[in-house]
């Protein structure tokens, strides 16, 4: 089992790509970077956690998703060809607030 030992927010630019089927790949922005270690101490690594929850060893990753890489784009030149923003329904994203006047 790994631990979490120290998380900081991802900049903006950086994607984890994923090999979805042989032929098509898919990106998506990393929201943060998790040092990881092993219960022991025995190791440490980094991980990006994508927007969409999914991380290298996760066991909760898109079925039949394969980390590929990290990439980084800087803002200024656009995502890559194969990123995709993962659907949100409202639900998921929490209650739609209303303004109120006074």
């Known amino acids: 089992m790994k631990r979490i030992v120290e ?16 032929e098509a790949t898919r990106c998506y922005p990393v929201s943060l970077w998790a040092m990881v270690e092993e219960s022991d101490g025995s190791a440490r690594e980094v991980v990006g956690m994508d927007c969409a929850g ?25 995502p890559p060809e194969d990123a995709d923003a993962p659907t949100v329904s409202a639900r998921e994203n929490g209650p739609r607030l209303q303004p109120v006047t006074a």
Not at 7 to 22: C, D
Not at 55 to 75: A, C, H, I, K
């Open 54 to 78: 999914q991380w290298p060893g996760s066991d909760d990753n898109e079925v039949g998703g394969e980390f590929v890489r990290y990439l980084f784009q800087t803002p200024d030149s656009g």
């Open 7 to 22: 998380i900081v927010p991802a900049r903006p630019g950086w994607y984890a790509r994923w090999q979805i089927t042989p």
